[in-house]
Each structure stands twice: as structure tokens, then as C-alpha cells.
């Protein structure tokens, strides 16, 4: 495509979108702001004997004339992490457990409250050591997993098409509702190899429904991270590695399998080099991508231009952005190889180039994605239906269990020597992509 049709097309997108859908940006718009004035974090991990089945109501108090103001609140399922957006200022935190659930501390309801200028404490019943300091600084992405390994229902309304679209246009809101989660299907179980599933823009884990359906439940556990798609991808990514990192120090795993659709395979890379090389763990084993744009999409850079709105994803999405060089900085270890399936059918009037109705063969077969590809697989699928074609199955559970099966025979050994860095500078070959056409 040339420039001149390229700047006109990417124009008459955006604008078709401000026309059909001027209400998304202006949600969008009003969901930016929430996070303008907001300068600082509170945020810090809860902890309590959790025999009690009941919710926390965690409380961010301020004092004004001498009198305590709750100012915002969140309620936590589980033990764990809470995070609060705020201007700078002295805050309080207090939590406690709602046992009737009236959403206000009563008799009896173990309770705790943190903050300047003492902490306030009554002894015994809430873990106060356990309990991060009052910091106003920046957050870590990893602050607001609000559920790790907890078994969920897929038709639970977080999961849907519809907080979905909402994760993707109105971002900040749906992480305060929801915050980011990492959940099981089922209970952990020790036997089986987990396959933690990420999903793209404006994907939900129903998406993965097909594959959970036909994958082989006896040897393999499906995961699936769930985030709003409109957050920077960095973010994502950080707090994707932090929930696993948090699943690991609980069940101690020693395998790890990653799928990831569409964006989602970008957000993988990236918590999986930051699980590598920044943490050093070595049980991540595996990573499948299916129809990921590895050079980015050319609507994301229309979208920042042009857009009255930028959804915060898009910038990381935009061709040669800082977040895309990372991804390419260091090639993953050979024991985590990675499969690079694509998809070509479903072609998008819209686009001139070879796609599958959504994103372009050359953003999918990138070259450095390509290099660094254990193998290749096509299908003559669209972006969307690539999830329901049993020809990647298929695929997909064959490359499941031949890694398996290779794994069971390597003996115990350490992931690779952390000594010798892994850069762009290494002149070690890497794997040569090895194309597989999917036939029908």
C-alpha cells in the first residue's frame, strides 16, 4: 500500500470509528481522566486466616476537619494484594472482613487499620508484618492481581464479550471493578502440566472455550489470565509474570506451558523474558502463539495520530515502538521453544496487504518472530475462527504432548547458566523457521 493510500485509509478508519462508535472514545476519554489527577499508589498486601468465607472490604480513609473520610474501596476476595490510585496526600488503610456482607465493620468482624502516623492495631487478628508500609510511589503491575489460582466459572459476566469490550475501551475502570486476574478451571493438581492461555485486544477466556473443550484434561490443566485489553502492555506483561511468579511460590510447578491468541502473544513474550532474565526461573517451558501481530498493526498508528482518544495499548502496538524492540532484544532459551501458528484466510477489504480479515501475514510472519521460532504452522483460518478450527487443535495438542514427552526425558538441570548474558549480541545460530502448512 502506498503512503498516500495508506494515510487515507488509516484517516477514513478513524474517523468511520469516531462517526459509528463516538460514544467508545468518549467513554474512553472519560475513563483517561480518572487517572490524571492521580499521582502516587497506595499499595501493600493483606493478610488473615481465611476460614471464614467471606469477602474483605479493604478502605481508603483520609482525615478532614479532624474527622475520617472513606474516600475509595475495594473488595478483596482472597488474602492477597490491594492497590489504590490517589493525589498525594496522608491516607489510611483499614480492612476487614465482612462476615454479613452489609459493607460496613461490625462487632466481631476482624478488622486493621494502617497508616501515618501510627498504625492502629488490634492484636492477634490481623497479621500486621505481613501488611506492605503506606508508599505513595509507583505501582508494580503485579499490585493489582486481584486473584490468583482461584477456580472460576467461564460464564461468569468478567469473562464475557461484554466486559470485554469494556476492558478495551474503558481500561482503568475495569481494572478498579476487576482488577487482573490468573484462574484455574479446575483444582490444581500436582500431575498435571499447566497451560496458562492469554488471550488479545478485546479477547475474553470464553475465547478459549474450544481448545479448553478438546485439550487433553488427563495430562493438562488449562489456566487463563484475565486483564482489560486497553492497558499498556508492559503493564499487562508485569502483571502477567507477577501472577505466575505468585502461583509458582504457592504450588512450587516445575512446568509451565504458554498459549496466547492475537495481542496476547506479545504480552506473553514479554512476561516470559521478564520471568527469564529479571527473575531467573526456569520452569516456563513452552510458548504457542497463534495469529499474533509481531510487528505491530498499522490501525494502532492511525489510532494515536489520529484518534480524540488513544486507548493506551495501541502505542505499544504501533510498528518500531519501544515495546515491540524489547520483545526482540534477546532470543528466549532454547528449552522454552516457541511455535508461531498463523492464520491467512478472512481477507479485510480494508487492508491491501495479505490478512486474515484482522492482521496482516507480513505483521505475523515478521522476521524476527520467524528467527526465533522453534516452527512455523499456517491455516487457512480468519483471526477469529483460527480458535475453533480443528486443524489447530489438532496441532496444538501435538506440539502439547511431544514437548511433554520430551521434557519427561530430559534429566533435572538447570534451566541455563545465568552467567553468560543472552543479548542481541550473541552470535549463537538461532533456530531457522521450518514451515508446516496445516492441509484443508
Known sequence: MSKGRAGAYLLSMI?????????????????????????????GRISYEANEKAPVLMLLITVEDDKDQVVDFSV???????????????????????????????????????????????EGEVDLSAWSGVNLEEADAATYISAAGVVADLEDSYFTPQYAEKGLWEPYTTLKEMGIGLFFLEDYDPDKIPVLFVYGASGHAQNWRFLFDHMDRERFQPWFFNYPSGLDLEFIGGALEGA????????????????????????????????????????????????????????????????????????????????????????????????????????????????????TL?????????????????????????LYSEDVVAVFNTILRERAEKISREPLRPLFDFKKSISQDDDRPVAEGRWRRALH
Not at 346 to 352: A, I, L, P, V
Not at 362 to 384: C, K, P
Request: charged fraction near 20%; proline fraction near 6%.
Open 15 to 43: 474517523w468511520l470509528l469516531v462517526g459509528a462508535s463516538g460514544c467508545m472514545f468518549m467513554r474512553l476519554s472519560q475513563d483517561l481522566k480518572q487517572v490524571e489527577t492521580l499521582e502516587a499508589y497506595i499499595r
Open 244 to 359: 505466575i511468579q505468585l502461583l509458582h511460590e504457592r504450588y512450587a510447578f516445575d512446568t509451565l506451558f504458554v498459549a496466547a491468541h492475537s495481542m496476547g502473544g506479545l504480552v506473553a513474550r514479554y512476561a516470559i523474558l521478564k520471568n527469564v532474565f529479571e527473575d531467573h526461573q526456569d520452569y516456563i517451558r513452552l510458548l504457542v502463539t497463534i495469529s499474533t501481530p509481531w510487528a505491530g498493526h498499522s490501525a494502532a498508528a492511525g489510532g494515536v495520530k489520529y484518534a480524540p482518544a488513544v486507548v493506551p495499548s495501541w502505542r505499544d502496538m504501533v510498528p518500531d515502538s519501544t515495546f515491540l524492540a524489547h520483545l526482540y532484544s534477546r532470543p528466549l532459551p532454547p528449552e522454552v521453544p516457541h511455535y508461531l501458528l498463523f492464520s491467512y484466510s478472512g481477507r479485510s477489504g480494508m487492508m491491501d496487504e495479505n490478512n486474515d480479515g484482522a492482521v
Open 362 to 386: 507480513e505483521s505475523q510472519l515478521d522476521y524476527r518472530a520467524q528467527r526465533m521460532a522453534q516452527e512455523l504452522y499456517g491455516f487457512d483460518e480468519n483471526h477469529v475462527e483460527v
Open 76 to 122: 478483596i476476595e482472597h488474602p492477597g494484594l490491594y492497590a489504590f490510585m490517589v493525589p498525594r496526600g496522608t491516607f489510611y488503610v483499614a480492612g476487614f472482613i465482612d462476615l454479613n456482607q452489609n459493607m460496613r465493620p461490625d462487632f466481631g468482624e476482624i478488622y486493621g487499620v494502617y497508616g501515618a502516623p501510627d498504625p492502629v492495631i488490634r
